[in-house]
């Protein structure tokens, strides 16, 4: 996390990381991926599909993925269960070098469909300036229940995050319609990729990407610049490949 005069930097990372497993479930990579996390030097990291603490992965990993991967690097955190199945739990995770003042998991699940989730964290900032909102989210496989839960999205951000408030919200959307940046326009937020490149990162599967699921959204932040990751390692660690930004907020008068 830099900071200038007038400005905080932060930099911030999302990936689905298919429960430690590579493309396939192939392999473990679970310590893989923390390394190449951990090497971004991101101050948020947005994580879908981490299990949380039950489960052969979570096993290996001795313990909650979450807890694994931001060992040592990343003091606070927050988990959301979405799902629970055959005794494995998993669901969406933040890793943050701020402080996490709260944070609540909202289901946003559609009848007859895999569970899905928001999760909600407020963080604090230096010097008394406004408290950042971050969401991390996982989106559902159909069209029409992505419409409900990107509406459910814009009704929790118009009810609990104050209009002055940067907000962050990042994940897998499974927008392979391309649907989701007019509907999230309605409550004032724009995709980080579109914006400066028009259009949206390819981001799955990971070893060639050719559809753009992932995104990185932003509201009330001065600047927001995407960044390119090279394919390797990434492209052998999940079958999602990540989405990075820096993004700059307005530092504390």
Known sequence: MNASPSLVT????????????????????????????????????FLQEVEGGTGRASAAAAGA???????????????????????QDHGNAVLSRLPVLRSQNHDISQPGAE???LLHCVLARQ??????????????????????????????VHSEVPPDAPLIVAGDFNDWRLRADALLAACGLHEVFRSAWGQNARSFPARWPLLRLDRIYVRGVVAARPLQLPR??????????????????AAPP
């Open 10 to 45: 932060l930099r911030l990372l999302t990936v689905n990381i298919h429960k430690g497993y590579s493309a396939l479930n192939r392999r473990f990579v679970l310590r893989e991926l923390r390394d190449a996390v951990r090497a971004l030097g991101s101050d948020l990291v």
């Open 65 to 87: 993925q979450y807890e694994f991967l931001a060992d040592a690097i990343w003091p606070e955190h927050a988990y959301g269960r979405n799902a629970v199945a055959e005794g």
């Open 115 to 117: 569970p899905r989730g």
């Open 127 to 156: 010097g008394g300036a406004c408290e950042l909102h971050v969401m991390c989210v996982h989106l559902g496989l159909s069209q029409t229940h992505r419409r409900h839960q990107l509406a459910r999205l814009c009704q929790l």
């Open 232 to 249: 390797r390692p990434w492209s052998r660690l999940s079958d999602h490949a990540p989405l990075a930004a820096d993004i700059e907020l």
